[in-house]
């Protein structure tokens, strides 16, 4: 078990900046996500854990023990690579054993481990294949079994799943799940996928270009998001972000806090006359892109199915699921901005005008 | 439009009978020498100069092969042979995957212009090196050991870029994975790259095997004694000892000579096509 802690930490590729001035700490014993989009430095960060990208400059602790000059086979870490990289030539076993071996664990107990690992995974039958004669679910597994057998203080697993079809991606992601209950060591998962990062996380630490844009339990993600970014890149379809005249801030909300009736209710912080433009019918749900008057589009989330497109109606959104975000697109917040009750009346007489 | 596709028959039942002539004729040509040499080590000495010459020997001898063992002390020479081949893999074997692993994997000052000078090595011909390196050999006084035959050949440009070319195909994150699991550079390169880059390093070998073994122009050049002679040249000896050339003597020795890569070749046929094809070496 360990903690995690950057202090200043920068990355470069030659002249590239790809991480610039991060501090972050990742709490021991968490099922951490790292999400964000492709090409913001979450592989990058991991291999920095790892000890195989070394940073540029900064310090990385493992409970509080800077591990700049500890190689990655002695910091107590073990990988699951985005690629699977189990090697070729070795059968399963040897594959699961190649670490133990080099880390002189006794046979006896690289026996006992590996029947142990093996047989949680699902690959007892497979030990004596050639990863050749794998499918990519079982490939997924010795990787997977590779890193749990050297019982390391922490897991880094770089989008372990991202090859799977969506059945056994869901079945894997509750196993993981679940053996992080049964260790209890610090886990770092890097995801692309929101859903997944919702799903699987304790602490979600969302990223963008190099930078923590929010981290917070799943929870808090979707309620109270930090900026534009967070609201959009968490929730499908994305918050709805919405110019208000000529004012200098940002209104957001979420697609499935959206009120639409005939007639506008008087209580509502935010109302405007839509028109329907699609219609997408989900089942459960349905999906309705919105026109506002003002040329400006959003989306809404609705159980309501029974309106149809070239309908015209009100939108509204009542207070408390609204957010208020600066020109620069960090939220502001009830508590702590003195323009809050001021920025609320002016999206309620916006309608009037 | 019957006569149309008769012609496109017979167009491509030509287009086979040639193709299959002209692989005969390839075969034949190719094979036709080393017929000869079998045939003719077999055959007495009055056998192999009567005309016309005769495809099958009238009358089967070892005879040739008798002479070869009496005429010459054949042992000294193919021991020579041996410790000079098997010295030359080992050694490149040694200095050239370690090379090559450098090469493809780490960065380090210097590494263009080094990669630059091994490909140099590579093109220059040993006819322009030898006067300096005998110079050198005989300095050392080494020119009555097998050491001025196997110490130049301890590094092989080719091997090291083919190796290197290999190296560079094994996904970065395999090593990176074995880095994690805590395996030495040693043990990468042996089990992780080695392993991967196997055929690329039979087809060094096996280069590295008939170059060293076939050797003829730098032992007579690098050699000033007959016990430091490998068997190329005690071959040639065979022929001046006579008025008359004994051409079944001459063979047999010859036969010895191409046994070994011979059974080489036809022992790992299979993977020696293999790994050419997948080299795309033609
Ligand atoms: N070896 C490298 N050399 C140069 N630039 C690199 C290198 N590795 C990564 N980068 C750059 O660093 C940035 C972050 O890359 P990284 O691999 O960490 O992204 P990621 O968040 O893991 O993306 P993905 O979800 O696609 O895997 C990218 O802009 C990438 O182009
Ligand atoms: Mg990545």
Same mark, same amino acid.
């Given at each position: 078990?360990? &903690? ?29 996500? +790292? ?12 291999? /920095?854990? !790892? ?9 990385? +602790? ?16 073990? /990988? ?26 006794? &046979? ?10 093996? =047989? ?60 992080? &209950? ?15 990062? #919702? ?21 808090? #993600? ?54 329907? #433009? ?24 609705? %159980? ?8 015209? @109606? ?27 009750? !001021? ?11 | ?24 004729? /390839?075969?034949? @040509? ?48 193919? &021991? ?45 011909? %040993? ?17 009555? %050991?097998? +050491? ?16 290197? =070319? ?16 805590? !395996? ?21 070998? +096996? ?26 040249? !005690? ?19 010859? #036969? ?27």
């Amino acid at each position: 078990m360990a &903690k995690i802690e950057f202090l200043d930490v920068h990355k470069s590729f030659g002249s590239a900046k790809v991480i610039e001035n991060l501090n972050l700490t990742l709490e021991d014993g968490k099922f951490n996500v +790292l999400v964000g989009p492709s090409g913001c430095g979450k592989t990058t960060l991991l291999r /920095m854990i !790892a000890g195989i990208g070394p940073a540029t400059k900064g310090q990385i +602790l493992l409970d509080g023990e800077d591990v700049s000059n500890i190689p990655p086979g002695k910091r107590g870490v073990a /990988m699951v690579f985005q690629s699977y990289a189990i090697y070729p030539m070795m059968t399963v076993r040897q594959n699961i054993e190649f670490g133990l071996k080099n880390n002189r664990v006794p &046979k006896a107990e690289r026996e006992r481990r590996i029947s142990e690992v093996s =047989q949680v995974v699902g690959l007892a039958p497979y030990l004596g294949r050639k990863p050749s004669q794998l499918s990519g679910g079982q490939r997924q597994r010795v990787a997977l079994a590779r890193a749990m057998v050297k019982e390391p203080k922490v897991f880094l697993m770089d989008e372990p799943l991202s090859n799977l079809d969506a059945k056994l991606r869901g079945a894997m992601r509750s196993e993981l799940v679940q053996l992080h &209950k049964q260790l209890k060591t610090t886990f770092v998962y890097v995801t692309h996928d929101q859903v997944e990062a #919702m799903a699987m996380g304790d602490c979600i630490i969302l990223m963008d270009q190099g930078k923590i844009m929010q981290q917070s339990d799943p929870e808090t #993600m979707y309620r109270d998001p930090n900026n534009i970014f967070a609201a959009q890149f968490i929730g499908t379809p994305p918050t709805n972000i919405v110019e208000i005249g000529s004012e200098n801030f940002k209104l957001g909300f979420r697609p499935e806090t959206i009120i639409l009736s005939a007639n506008a209710g008087p209580d509502r912080a935010f109302t405007r006359r839509v028109k329907i #433009m699609t219609r997408e019918m989900l089942g459960a749900e349905t999906f309705y892109k919105l026109c506002l008057e003002d040329g400006q589009e959003a989306m809404a989330r609705l %159980t309501n199915s029974s309106l149809a497109e070239g309908d015209t @109606l009100y939108l509204q959104v009542d207070e408390d699921n609204l957010y208020f975000f600066d020109a620069k697109g960090n939220r502001v917040r009830k508590t702590g901005s003195q323009h809050y009750d !001021a920025m609320v009346e002016r999206v309620k007489r916006s309608h009037e005008s | 439009m019957h006569s149309k596709y008769t012609g496109f028959k017979l167009r491509r039942l030509a287009v086979s009978g040639i193709s299959f002539t002209f692989k005969l004729f /390839m075969l034949v @040509l190719f094979l036709f020498p080393f017929y000869w040499m079998i045939v003719t080590s077999f055959k007495t000495y009055g056998g192999s100069i009567v005309f016309p010459p005769t495809l099958l020997p009238h009358t089967f001898t070892l005879e040739a092969f008798e002479q070869v063992f009496t005429r010459l002390n054949l042992w000294n020479y193919l &021991k020579n042979s041996v410790i000079v081949t098997v010295a030359v893999i080992v050694i490149q074997t040694l200095i050239g995957v370690p090379a090559a692993y450098a090469f493809s994997r780490y960065s380090f000052k210097g590494r263009g212009i080094m990669l630059a000078l091994v490909m140099a090595a590579f093109m220059v011909p %040993t006819q322009i090196t030898f006067i300096t390196v005998y110079i050198m050999m005989s300095k050392l006084r080494w020119l009555n %050991t097998l +050491l001025p035959q196997i110490v130049p050949f301890g590094a092989s440009a080719y091997g090291i870029f083919l190796l290197r =070319q290999a190296f560079m195909q094994v996904p970065t994150d395999i090593i990176e994975a074995a880095r994690l699991d805590n !395996a030495g550079e040693i043990k990468i390169m042996t089990r992780i790259m080695l392993p991967a880059a196997k055929s690329s390093l039979m087809t060094v070998t +096996l280069f590295s095997f008939v170059g060293s073994w076939n050797s003829y122009f730098w032992p007579l050049v690098m050699s000033n004694a007959e016990k430091v002679r490998p068997l190329t040249l !005690a071959i040639e000896r065979l022929k001046d000892q006579d008025a008359g050339i004994n051409w079944p003597v001459i063979m047999a020795g010859n #036969m010895i000579m191409v046994l070994p890569v011979l059974l080489i070749f036809l022992l790992m046929s299979n993977k020696i096509i293999s790994s050419m094809g997948y080299r795309g070496i033609k």
